[in-house]
């Protein structure tokens, strides 16, 4: 009985093996990988005016969130044009968090559709968490942009690290 079963687990991953070579080696398909690549969002736009100012552009349509600077978010920030969400635990948003945000954990959202379902399709997000390895916002940016269908979602990558650093007002 242990024999039988060990043959066939042993077809099983000759099998699928290569099968998935055959897949990897054949079938032409550039978005198939056998690593996962890293994602890049292309940043927001910046133009300058005749004197001197920085003017940051929202294109008129977005196929998915961009990435925001620091000197895009707190342009938005003190003009106050954008809904700042900040996407970590709540424990963590009560600790410190961006002068006037919301927070909607990436982990529990669903827990907040009522605040989410609140927001106005056509505001500007900046979705933000701890910066450097964390992608809750990124990852909350995906529900913003694709699962609810906000329109103007933006990924603050720096995130509070880089607010408190440049010295910006925090709660």
């Known amino acids: 009985m242990m024999e039988k079963t060990l043959k066939q687990i042993t077809f099983i991953l000759f099998l699928s093996t290569l099968l998935g070579l055959v897949r990897f080696y054949f079938l032409k398909d550039d978005e198939f990988t056998l690593i996962k690549e890293a994602r890049v969002l292309q940043e927001a736009e910046v133009e300058v005016t005749d004197s001197g ?26 003009n106050k044009r954008a809904v700042f969400v900040d996407a970590r635990e709540s424990e963590e948003f009560e600790v410190s ?48 942009f694709g699962d609810k269908v906000f329109e103007n979602v933006f990924v603050f990558e720096g995130g509070l690290p880089a607010w408190q650093d440049a010295g910006y007002p925090t709660e």
Do not use: Q, R, W
Not at 54 to 78: G, H, N, R
Not at 106 to 132: H, P, Q, R
């Open 97 to 144: 968090h961006i002068a006037g945000a919301i927070n909607i954990p990436f982990d529990y959202y669903d827990e907040y559709m009522d605040t989410i379902d609140a927001l106005k399709y056509d505001d500007v997000f900046i979705i933000y968490c701890s910066g450097g390895e964390c992608s809750l916002s990124l990852d909350l940016a995906e529900v913003f």
């Open 53 to 78: 100012e920085a003017v940051f552009i929202i294109p008129d349509f977005m196929t998915e969130p961009m990435m925001a600077s620091l000197e895009f978010t707190k342009y938005f920030f003190d």
